[in-house]
């Protein structure tokens, strides 16, 4: 980011960075106080010695190691291996719903499931790098498709059930996707996409319509009809495995795609960070549609050999520490949102008997030093954070267990990874200076791809540094600090959200002449949708009309990602080109100074 689009606000926050004799005040006018919490242990960490790891870490010697598996294919890493050790009739997966139903497969069901669905697809006609995308809430069908769409060399790409239609139609649009793998509630929303390119739509309950214009697939008879067996072709490191979409300042989502040497990653840090080991009872609570719950609810997790849990349901604090007793969980990762909504239910904690708890982790948002404190009360454990993006295929910043944490801070890099803080220039610059957080390519899990899109990808890079979008400042210790998004991404709830999308989906309504959307910070979410709305010639503000535009995004681009605040204006402020300016509605909103506005205008 040039300096001089720097918001006003940063711009001041550096120099007085830069300015400031005691590092240890210019943390504190940051909001961050250097607490270190040193934590006795009760467990043995899988990494010990994060300093001494990280000098003698070589890639190349961990990637031919890796390379030493029978087949490459993350599928095999993560699951096939299992069935020829001890590991074959462990439970591999507990899923809980909202009614306390509870389904639990070994590795061996999921095998021999996944295997059943590699079969069908393989009949169908699926080809290496087709893309497959899985529509489904967390049930264990989303697993079973998942491994059989990457056995078969095809890409698997999960979406978020609360898409809807267009937020659908974008991403099955530009992906080309020939297969879907649904259900009867969510297949609607696929019939109201009208996608283009796809083929099959294989739903999960059966419930299969024969005069369809596309091939409705019956997922319960076809897989009765499957072998269970089925030979993964041989797969290399660069293979493409999945593809997720995801939001940044403009225009609609990108595809990032992943190879399956992704996994390497993900279990290195699966291992480092999450610590998980045999005999732990593992809850990621972010949904598959969701990188975090790709990599580490249906790769790494089962790479290590771990019993995961996944909850299908609703957020409800009593459910959730009701699962963490009855399963006896002992590893957790979550996000600071869900964190904080725990907290607001300060005394629920207390009736359950959550000693089984060993380590717990966070990720998506910043976790400040207040859910950690709280973390240590309620469960007598700090939260470890972990930073890392959709692009970025897993964790690369992180606190780990055998290290000091400091409170507010992302941590360290992983081994391996040479994270540092640079200007739009790609230079490098000095402790406690802010700028952008970058890392230096490659790794195993850095995305392959933009989905079709070259010139997007390339945008990532300048002068050999993947730059992230993040703001962020190293300490004299080598630990980094999130201090902002450098463009208008918004974070709600730990969920990205581009304001491009929403725009698009507000305008969409019949009432909407114009609409920008911005980031508006919440003490509960991180942040909430906020919209700012011109009405077309004829339709006054209400509160009617506020409900209906909320409603008509909810159904039109994703239950998630709709303004919960609304206001109506009459101009907004633009460039001399026409583009929305979002950070002078932002700077107005927070009661900041809105820095130049000589090349805004208003109408
Ligand atoms: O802004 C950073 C924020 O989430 C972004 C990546 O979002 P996504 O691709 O959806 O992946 C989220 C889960 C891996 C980052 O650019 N973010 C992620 N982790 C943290 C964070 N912000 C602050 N602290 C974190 N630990």
Same mark, same amino acid.
């Given at each position: 980011?040039?300096?001089?689009?720097?918001?006003?606000?940063?711009?001041?926050?550096?120099?007085?960075i830069?300015?400031?004799?005691?590092?240890?005040?210019?943390l504190?006018?940051?909001?961050?106080?250097?607490?270190?919490?040193?934590?006795?242990?009760?467990?043995?960490?899988?990494?010990?010695?994060?300093e001494?790891?990280?000098?003698?870490?070589?890639? *190349? $010697?961990? &990637?031919? #190691?890796?390379?030493?598996?029978?087949?490459?294919?993350?599928a095999? =890493?993560?699951? %096939?291996?299992?069935?020829?050790?001890?590991r074959k009739n462990?439970?591999?997966?507990i899923?809980?719903?909202?009614?306390?139903?509870?389904?639990?497969?070994?590795?061996?069901d999921?095998?021999?499931?996944?295997?059943?669905?590699?079969?069908?697809?393989?009949d169908?006609?699926?080809?290496?790098?087709?893309?497959?995308?899985?529509?489904?809430p967390?049930v264990?069908?989303?697993y079973?498709?998942?491994?059989?769409?990457?056995?078969?060399?095809?890409?698997a790409?999960n979406?978020f059930?609360?898409f809807?239609s267009?937020?659908?139609?974008?991403?099955l649009?530009?992906?080309?996707?020939?297969?879907i793998v649904?259900?009867?509630?969510? *297949? $609607?929303? &696929?019939? #109201?996409?009208?996608?283009?390119?796809?083929?099959?739509?294989?739903? =999960?309950?059966? %419930?299969?319509?024969?005069?369809?214009?596309?091939?409705?697939i019956?997922?319960?008879?076809?897989?009765?009809?499957?072998?269970?067996?089925?030979?993964i072709?041989?797969?290399?490191?660069e293979?493409?495995?999945?593809?997720?979409?995801?939001?940044?300042?403009?225009?609609?989502?990108?595809?990032?795609?992943?190879?399956h040497?992704?996994?390497?990653?993900?279990?290195l840090?699966?291992?480092w960070?999450?610590?998980l080991k045999?005999?732990?009872?593992?809850?990621?609570?972010?949904?598959?549609g969701?990188?975090?719950?790709?990599?580490?609810?249906?790769l790494?997790?089962?790479?290590?050999?771990?019993?995961?849990?996944?909850y299908?349901g609703?957020?409800?604090?009593?459910?959730?520490y009701?699962?963490i007793?009855?399963?006896?969980?002992?590893?957790?990762y979550t996000?600071?949102?869900?964190?904080?909504?725990?907290?607001?239910?300060?005394?629920?904690?207390?009736?359950?008997?959550?000693?089984?708890?060993r380590?717990?982790?966070?990720?998506?948002?910043?976790l400040?030093?207040?859910?950690?404190?709280?973390?240590?009360?309620?469960?007598?454990?700090?939260?470890?954070?972990?930073?890392w993006?959709?692009?970025?295929?897993g964790?690369?910043?992180?606190?780990?267990?055998?290290?000091?944490?400091?409170?507010?801070?992302?941590?360290?890099?992983?081994?391996?990874?040479?994270?540092?803080?640079v200007d739009?220039?790609?230079?490098?610059?000095?402790?406690?200076?802010?700028g952008?957080?970058?890392?230096?390519?490659?790794?195993?899990?850095m995305?392959?791809?933009?989905?079709?899109?070259?010139?997007?990808?390339?945008?990532?890079?300048?002068?050999?540094?993947?730059?992230?979008?993040?703001l962020?400042?190293?300490?004299?210790?080598g630990?980094?600090?999130?201090?902002?998004?450098?463009?208008?991404?918004?974070?709600?709830s730990?969920?990205?959200?581009g304001?491009?999308?929403?725009?698009?989906?507000?305008?969409?309504?019949?009432?909407?002449?114009?609409?920008?959307?911005?980031?508006?910070?919440?003490?509960?979410?991180?942040?909430?949708?906020k919209?700012f709305?011109i009405?077309?010639?004829g339709?006054?503000?209400?509160?009617?009309?506020e409900?209906?535009?909320?409603?008509?995004?909810?159904?039109?681009?994703?239950?998630?990602a709709?303004?919960?605040?609304?206001?109506?204006?009459?101009s907004l402020p633009?460039t001399?080109?026409?583009?929305?300016a979002?950070?002078?509605?932002?700077?107005?909103?927070?009661?900041?100074?809105?820095?130049?506005?000589?090349?805004?205008e208003e109408y």
């Amino acid at each position: 980011m040039p300096k001089k689009m720097m918001k006003k606000e940063e711009k001041s926050m550096e120099i007085k960075i830069e300015k400031s004799k005691t590092k240890k005040s210019a943390l504190k006018k940051l909001g961050m106080e250097e607490e270190i919490l040193k934590k006795k242990l009760f467990f043995e960490p899988n990494l010990k010695d994060y300093e001494k790891t990280r000098k003698i870490f070589s890639w *190349k $010697k961990t &990637i031919k #190691e890796f390379s030493k598996h029978e087949n490459l294919n993350a599928a095999y =890493i993560a699951l %096939d291996k299992h069935i020829k050790t001890w590991r074959k009739n462990k439970i591999a997966l507990i899923v809980e719903d909202e009614n306390e139903k509870i389904e639990k497969l070994s590795f061996l069901d999921l095998y021999r499931l996944s295997n059943r669905f590699a079969n069908l697809l393989k009949d169908l006609g699926i080809k290496r790098k087709d893309r497959c995308f899985i529509f489904l809430p967390r049930v264990p069908e989303v697993y079973i498709a998942f491994y059989g769409i990457i056995k078969n060399l095809g890409i698997a790409g999960n979406i978020f059930a609360a898409f809807g239609s267009q937020g659908l139609k974008d991403r099955l649009d530009d992906s080309e996707a020939r297969f879907i793998v649904t259900n009867g509630e969510l *297949k $609607k929303r &696929i019939y #109201e996409a009208e996608p283009k390119n796809i083929e099959y739509i294989i739903d =999960i309950d059966g %419930d299969v319509n024969k005069e369809s214009k596309y091939h409705e697939i019956n997922y319960k008879e076809e897989m009765k009809t499957k072998s269970s067996y089925f030979e993964i072709p041989k797969t290399s490191l660069e293979d493409y495995c999945f593809m997720l979409y995801t939001s940044g300042t403009t225009g609609k989502p990108k595809g990032v795609v992943h190879a399956h040497e992704a996994l390497l990653v993900g279990m290195l840090t699966a291992d480092w960070v999450l610590d998980l080991k045999d005999e732990d009872i593992y809850w990621c609570t972010a949904d598959h549609g969701w990188v975090t719950g790709t990599m580490y609810g249906i790769l790494a997790n089962f790479a290590l050999g771990a019993t995961s849990i996944i909850y299908n349901g609703r957020f409800n604090a009593e459910k959730w520490y009701s699962i963490i007793e009855k399963h006896r969980v002992s590893v957790w990762y979550t996000a600071p949102t869900a964190i904080r909504m725990l907290e607001k239910e300060e005394e629920i904690y207390k009736k359950y008997d959550l000693s089984s708890l060993r380590h717990l982790c966070s990720v998506g948002e910043p976790l400040n030093p207040e859910p950690i404190k709280w973390g240590l009360k309620a469960f007598g454990l700090p939260f470890h954070d972990t930073w890392w993006q959709t692009e970025t295929g897993g964790i690369l910043i992180a606190n780990y267990p055998c290290m000091p944490i400091k409170l507010g801070s992302m941590g360290k890099p992983i081994p391996g990874i040479k994270a540092d803080i640079v200007d739009d220039k790609g230079n490098v610059l000095k402790e406690y200076q802010l700028g952008n957080l970058a890392i230096k390519p490659s790794w195993p899990s850095m995305m392959r791809e933009i989905w079709k899109n070259e010139e997007k990808y390339k945008s990532y890079f300048v002068k050999g540094w993947y730059i992230t979008g993040d703001l962020a400042y190293k300490d004299k210790d080598g630990y980094f600090w999130f201090v902002g998004r450098a463009d208008d991404v918004i974070k709600t709830s730990g969920e990205r959200v581009g304001p491009f999308e929403v725009e698009s989906a507000l305008v969409a309504h019949e009432a909407v002449a114009e609409a920008a959307v911005i980031g508006k910070p919440d003490p509960l979410r991180g942040e909430i949708i906020k919209a700012f709305l011109i009405l077309k010639k004829g339709y006054n503000p209400s509160k009617e009309l506020e409900e209906d535009i909320k409603q008509f995004v909810k159904n039109k681009l994703a239950g998630h990602a709709y303004p919960r605040e609304i206001e109506f204006v009459n101009s907004l402020p633009k460039t001399r080109s026409g583009k929305i300016a979002r950070r002078v509605l932002k700077a107005r909103e927070l009661g900041l100074d809105v820095g130049d506005i000589s090349t805004i205008e208003e109408y």
